[in-house]
């Protein structure tokens, strides 16, 4: 079992930064890519961000590059989502997951095993 807990969400005005964080306890954190996605009101769960175990390779969606930076910590169990620029659609609830690191697809919500319990991020116009 991995735990995540997600923190950071907050409201921002439209070309603000917020930076959102994901804890991460139980089994080894650094088995695992990490990836963080959102759900506004009404709409599906959308795949924003992903790093594989080692850090060697992040994927975005393309409604966020350039604006967004997904890291991470192995020796402090985290993962962070750097959002600057950021927009009234990007006004969401989100999410850190993990996937077991032998899986190729990052990108896909049901490549992941474990999820938290999300942060809001709401950005004013």
């Known amino acids: 079992q991995v735990q995540l807990v997600e923190s950071g969400g907050g409201l921002v005005q439209a070309g603000g930064s917020l930076r959102l964080s994901c804890a991460a306890s139980?089994?080894?954190?650094?088995?695992?890519?990490m990836g963080w996605f959102r759900q506004a009101p009404g709409k599906e769960r959308e795949f924003v961000a992903a790093?594989?175990?080692?850090?060697?390779?992040?994927v975005y969606v393309d409604s966020v590059k350039g604006r967004f930076t997904i890291s991470r910590d192995n020796a402090r169990n985290t993962a962070y989502l750097q959002m600057n620029s950021l927009k009234p659609e990007d006004t969401a609830v989100y999410y850190c997951?993990?996937?077991?690191?032998?899986?190729?697809?990052?990108?896909?919500?049901?490549?992941?095993?474990?999820w938290g319990q999300g942060t809001q991020v709401t950005v004013s116009s």
């Open positions: 997951a993990a996937a077991p690191s032998w899986r190729t697809v990052v990108d896909r919500a049901h490549e992941y095993d474990y």
């Open positions: 139980g089994r080894t954190f650094s088995s695992y890519h």
């Open positions: 790093i594989t175990w080692s850090s060697l390779r992040t």
